[in-house]
């Protein structure tokens, strides 16, 4: 089965650092996916991770464990705008399919 | 280009209405999708197109058509729709299919309503 797993709420202060975890167990994987969907919006894309280990891009990392099945996505110096639904979504390999997490509701206070 | 255009951007529709929501792209993907979402839920794949031909259909109610008129164009017909089909959807594209790391690339999505 498909399987993939997120807190579904988190919040954090302004200019803190907040990491938000997915843990997954899929029949393909090609890599992961991390995608930010402001309310009522289209998703957009963060990152991308197909080898273990860190990507940094900006105020924005990305981690990946392949043989755990795990990846967490962390964002420095929140800002009010980073409120947000933030997806982690595997690429199934041969399913061809992207396979979404129930996503992580993140809600950044003053 | 590097954008996905969908429209209308709001449908309200009746049961027994028959309607077409439309998508675009000129980035030259050869993939696209159909997602459906329902508020504080993550998007579910509806269809996927390849090189204009139907890939994917995730057992989707046949009140769903979907038409792939050409590489830049996705259309989603719509016909005897329930008050449960009201959600947001969205079309993507990506330039090949998931399985090679394609990024997804997303539209703003039509937000129907059906009553």
């Known amino acids: 089965g498909q399987n993939i797993d997120q807190p579904t709420e988190m919040t954090a202060t302004e200019g803190a650092i907040v990491q938000i975890n997915c843990t997954y167990q899929?029949?393909?994987?090609?890599?992961l996916f991390w995608y930010q969907q402001h309310a009522g919006e289209a998703p957009t894309f963060l990152s991308y991770n197909v080898l273990d280990g860190l990507e940094e891009k900006g105020r924005f990392s990305s981690f990946l464990s392949r043989s755990k099945g795990y990846s967490y996505l962390l964002l420095k110096e929140l800002q009010m705008k980073d409120s947000a639904s933030y997806l982690c979504?595997?690429?199934?390999?041969?399913?061809?399919?992207?396979?979404f997490g129930t996503g992580t509701l993140l809600a950044v206070q003053p | 280009d590097t954008e996905v255009t969908q429209t209308p951007k709001h449908l309200v529709m009746g049961m027994t209405n028959k309607k077409s929501l439309k998508c675009e792209q000129h980035?030259?993907?050869?993939?696209m999708y159909w997602y459906k979402q329902k508020a504080k839920k993550p998007p579910e794949l509806m269809f996927v197109y390849s090189y204009e031909k139907l890939s994917i259909n995730e057992s989707v109610p046949s009140r769903f058509s979907p038409e792939c008129p050409n590489s830049s164009l996705l259309n989603l017909h719509l016909h005897a729709l329930q008050p449960e089909d009201s959600a947001l959807y969205l079309c993507?594209?990506?330039?090949?299919?998931?399985?090679?790391?394609?990024?997804?690339?997303f539209g703003p999505g039509t937000r129907l309503t059906v009553l």
């Open positions: 993507a594209s990506s330039l090949g299919l998931a399985g090679g790391g394609n990024e997804q690339f």
């Open positions: 979504a595997v690429d199934g390999g041969a399913t061809n399919k992207l396979i």
């Open positions: 980035m030259g993907h050869r993939a």
């Open positions: 899929t029949s393909g994987f090609n890599g």
